[in-house]
């Protein structure tokens, strides 16, 4: 067991667990963060999006060992992004979730999208999604919402 | 049910001789982005004992351009690859694999050194790195020695790489980028084709995987390198099909080497597909990338 310092949703932690513990596990269980779900704890569906020094990841994967010093935002901290509020606002308008099990990773998947490319076009916002897997919708309203977010990203953007 | 953790010893160090004296003192694992190993933990596959966590060791990334070769550290991930402009040009096929394997977040975790160490014959880069003729270089503190990619997987799940070694790059010998597709058949330059069959585009794992690159002049086989996977017990380098290319017109070549081909693969039945549909597929794939080449047509992946 080994103490490790991380930046989760802005605010530093330490947390106290062995190196191959799952950061999953150390989000939900050790600083009460629900909101990142686990679905198949295998990579497969996504359920687990987080964001590790804004690059996406499956948090089911990662020990937390690898993540000593870096920044961890999850569902519920990366709403302060006004871009991904926006994002959020946009899957609640198009009506982008059923069950809500994929929803928190399938907005944390988008957020790394819109992010680095607002004007993403459906076919990047379904590549981008990939490895989310929503066993409700048949994900036309999950990348309408994203859709919507690009697109109000860009009239925002005022270019 | 979860891994007993207790069971587990981790060292993370940032300096790679520290890595290097532990893999010499034996008994220990490497541990690298995670994509793999994690999974087996979870399904509590994974053997307790000692791992040397690299994820840390900052020599071990980084794509190095020179005039004959690009070099990629072992932590290169597959987002890494997609990125690199000159790996876009000149390595199209790596790149594909890149995009291929798993999705985004698979593809920031996961290092071109775990998915060659980690020897899945499903794995999607080899072909890529075979077809390419990658040369690996192995590091342990009895030095540093390069090997043919071409030559490492010995067996299924076996490889040349010594317990006191760790792959610390590799390595893509620069030669003529792949030619656009021209009209009435490409007769000079070379040609890349890498095609995947899977359940779906992305987070599949191979049923089979193919890459083929081709050099022509006027027409005949100057060379070819083909590299596959899902169809051996290692990531095959499919030599005696590229014999039977090489040295030949390619249209007059095809069948022969799509018949090498067959007897070349080994497959077999598992979850995933059965060895019969594998070898079908194989051979199929192969004669449609071969054809397309002859006649001109862009070898896409049309999944």
Redesign the interface.
């Known amino acids: 067991m080994i103490d490790i310092e991380l930046v989760v949703n802005g605010r530093s932690q330490r947390v106290h667990a062995?190196?191959?513990?799952?950061l999953l596990d150390v989000l939900r269980e050790q600083l009460g963060l629900c909101g990142t779900k686990e679905g198949c704890?295998?990579?497969?569906c996504?359920a687990c999006?987080v964001l590790i020094d804004d690059?996406?990841?499956?948090a089911?994967?990662?020990?937390v060992?690898?993540c000593?010093g870096s920044r961890v935002d999850t569902i519920e901290g990366i709403g302060a992004d006004p871009r991904v509020a926006a994002l959020q606002r946009a899957f609640v308008d198009v009506g982008g979730a059923q069950c809500g099990i994929c929803t928190p990773g399938m907005i944390v998947?988008a957020s790394?999208l819109v992010r680095t490319r607002p004007r993403a076009t459906p076919a990047e916002i379904r590549?981008?999604l990939?490895?989310?897997l929503c066993r409700c919708t048949g994900y036309v309203r999950i990348v309408d919402a994203v859709a919507q977010a690009c697109g109000a990203g860009e009239s925002e953007g005022g270019a | 049910m979860r891994a007993d953790l207790s069971r587990f010893e981790v060292v993370r160090p940032r300096a790679l001789d520290e890595v290097l004296v532990r893999l010499g003192e034996g008994g220990w694992s490497v541990l690298a982005g995670g994509t793999d190993l994690m999974v087996t933990l979870g399904a509590l596959a994974l053997p307790p004992g000692r791992y040397v966590d690299v994820w840390r060791v900052d020599a071990l990334r980084g794509i190095t351009v020179t005039d004959d070769a690009i070099t990629m550290g072992a932590l290169t991930t597959y987002a890494d690859v997609q990125r690199h402009p000159l790996l876009q040009v000149e390595f199209p096929m790596l790149v594909e694999a890149a995009r291929r394997s798993g999705a985004a977040a698979i593809q920031n975790r996961g290092t071109l050194g775990g998915n060659i160490a980690n020897a899945s014959p499903a794995a999607d880069s080899p072909p890529a790195l075979l077809a390419y003729g990658a040369v690996l270089e192995l590091h342990s503190r009895a030095g540093t020695r390069r090997l043919a990619y071409a030559d490492f997987h010995t067996g299924y799940k076996q490889t040349l790489r010594r317990g006191d070694e760790l792959i610390a790059r590799v390595i893509l010998p620069r030669r003529a980028a792949a030619a656009a597709p021209v009209a009435g058949g490409v007769r000079d330059g070379v040609v890349d084709a890498y095609r995947k069959i899977g359940t779906r585009k992305a987070q599949a794992i191979a049923k089979v995987g193919l890459a083929v690159r081709l050099e022509l002049q006027g027409g005949v086989v100057a060379d070819a390198a083909i590299g596959a996977a899902s169809v051996a017990p290692v990531p095959l380098f499919a030599r005696t099909t590229a014999a039977a290319l090489r040295g030949r017109p390619l249209a007059d070549a095809i069948e022969a080497a799509v018949a090498a081909f067959g007897d070349e693969v080994t497959p077999i039945d598992d979850v995933r597909s059965s060895a019969r549909y594998r070898r079908q597929v194989a051979v199929n794939v192969l004669r449609d990338v071969l054809a397309a080449v002859s006649a001109g047509r862009t070898p896409v992946d049309s999944l």
């Open positions: 062995h190196p191959l513990a799952r704890g295998e990579g497969e996504g999006s690059v996406l990841v499956n089911c994967l990662v020990p060992g690898q000593e998947a790394a590549t981008a990939a490895g989310n």
